[in-house]
């Protein structure tokens, strides 16, 4: 039985099928040319969606592939994950543990472009073990952004490092989904792969190190943090539980919102029983049909980040649903004629599709089958591959200001209030990881460098 789904049709052809996506990037690039917070981007994404309806022949079938983007269960996760992430950074921001930890940072000299270098290669390690970047934004921004920005580091290079050390997690991470995917879709040995890896990221890590220690920007007049004029309280350390719980069970390979639901559940008990909180503090009803407290001010507080997924996920249906895959795909086939133009075709497919779709897993899963086949017929072989894919992944979808590694680290920085809050279009020009790697990959397509096979456990060269 045929279950292909029928192409959305469009009045001008692929120039009414490529309008929805021309009008997002219009608008993403004037809200990122006129710094603009998440808010802008929400405008992009809508005005996307509705300038394809008054291109689309079929506008039922327009609908329906709106909704078939919201069906997707990675936007159940992520939408589930920023409101839980919300709730457990603010039960960390309100406790008073930031202003605690910035001011023993600080008396101990730490501040500056050491803190910005040192949250890089913290979040490196955390991002690794745990395997999830987006989960790694939960766990260290509520945190070591605020200390940071105390301790004289300008928020765009605090908030750089970190998605510079999540990307560095995603790529080379065993238990990371893009390693997995790209392993798994070219029948790739994952010890190998990410013994291969090594050699395009421990070079672009290296490289993003120095640039941090170099290029790093501190300031003399930090923005003032909620609560920044507290009483240092030794007590709200015991609030590090939140994070503590949530990396531990996602090193357990426990889901994500399971994780992060059980951080909320040891914070909120935490928190009681040590007299940080009360229970008003988190949750109370004054009357006149309100209700205020930590947890609720938290929840609301995602809804731009809310309508900004809505508007991704669901522009992602609809250009799937206009065959942006198959043509993607039907492109690969066309370039592919010699082994460097087969490895140049891989990174470019990969990175436009995982910078249109914002997903890098989606884009590797998409284009796994054809990039094994062709990879085979050119000679390429499997392990370098699976590492230029998740490589090129690693920068074009970290790279693009309206993916969830641009939107959601500016999210979290907004609660810190307006002095510290970090614009999308700002984050990829401080994500020296990915424009790292970038250059890596320029030279790995251009040299051949990092293709030299190596032996596997059997003997043989792959």
């Not at 979808?397 to 307006?418: D, R």
Request: with cysteine; net charge neutral; proline share 3%.
């Amino acid at each position: 039985m045929d279950n292909k789904i029928k192409r959305i049709e469009y009045r001008f052809g692929k120039l009414g099928s490529l309008a929805p996506l021309i009008a997002a990037a219009a608008m993403i690039l004037w809200a990122a040319l006129s710094q603009s917070n998440v808010n802008g981007y929400v405008l992009a994404f809508f005005a996307a969606l509705i300038t394809g309806v008054i291109f689309a022949k079929d506008e039922k079938a327009y609908g329906e592939a709106l909704v078939y983007g919201l069906g997707k269960p990675m936007f159940a996760v992520i939408v589930l994950a920023v409101i839980l992430a919300a709730v457990s950074g603010k039960l960390i921001s309100a406790s008073g543990v930031v202003q605690t930890i910035a001011t023993y940072v600080v008396a101990a000299g730490f501040t500056g472009k050491l803190f910005v270098a040192a949250t890089f290669l913290i979040t490196c390690l955390l991002a690794f073990a745990t395997g999830t970047s987006v989960g790694t934004y939960f766990v260290v921004i509520p945190i070591l952004f605020p200390v940071g920005i105390i301790a004289g580091a300008a928020p765009e290079f605090m908030i750089g490092a970190i998605v510079s050390g999540a990307a560095f997690g995603d790529n080379l991470g065993p238990i990371s989904d893009t390693t997995i995917a790209s392993s798994a879709t070219q029948h790739a040995d994952l010890g190998m792969v990410v013994k291969t890896r090594t050699r395009y990221s421990l070079p672009a890590a290296a490289g993003a190190l120095l640039l941090f220690l170099l290029l790093s920007e501190t300031t003399d007049k930090a923005p003032v943090i909620g609560g920044a004029d507290d009483l240092v309280n030794p007590v709200s350390l015991v609030m590090l539980v939140v994070p503590v719980v949530i990396i531990v069970l996602c090193m357990m390979k426990k889901h994500l919102i399971t994780a992060l639901s059980w951080g909320i559940i040891a914070g909120i008990a935490v928190g009681l029983l040590s007299g940080i909180y009360t229970l008003e503090n988190l949750i109370t009803f004054p009357g006149g049909f309100s209700v205020s407290g930590v947890i609720i001010e938290a929840i609301t507080g995602t809804a731009g980040t809310m309508a900004m997924l809505i508007g991704v996920f669901s522009l992602l249906g609809v250009l799937e649903r206009s065959g942006l895959f198959e043509d993607v795909g039907t492109l690969l086939t066309r370039l592919s004629k010699s082994k460097r133009s087969t490895e140049a075709t891989i990174v470019l497919s990969v990175g436009l599709l995982s910078m249109v779709t914002g997903v890098i897993s989606v884009a590797i899963v998409a284009l796994g089958d054809l990039i094994n086949e062709i990879g085979e017929k050119a000679g390429v072989n499997r392990y370098r591959r699976a590492n230029l894919m998740d490589c090129t992944g690693c920068v074009f979808c970290f790279l693009a200001p309206w993916t969830v590694h641009c939107v959601i680290p500016a999210q979290l920085t907004a609660q810190f209030g307006e002095g510290a809050a970090v614009a999308p279009g700002s984050v990829p020009f401080v994500n020296y990881y990915s424009l790292c790697m970038l250059i890596v990959l320029v030279l790995a397509v251009v040299t051949g460098y990092g293709s030299k096979p190596l032996k596997e456990n059997n003997g043989s060269k792959r």
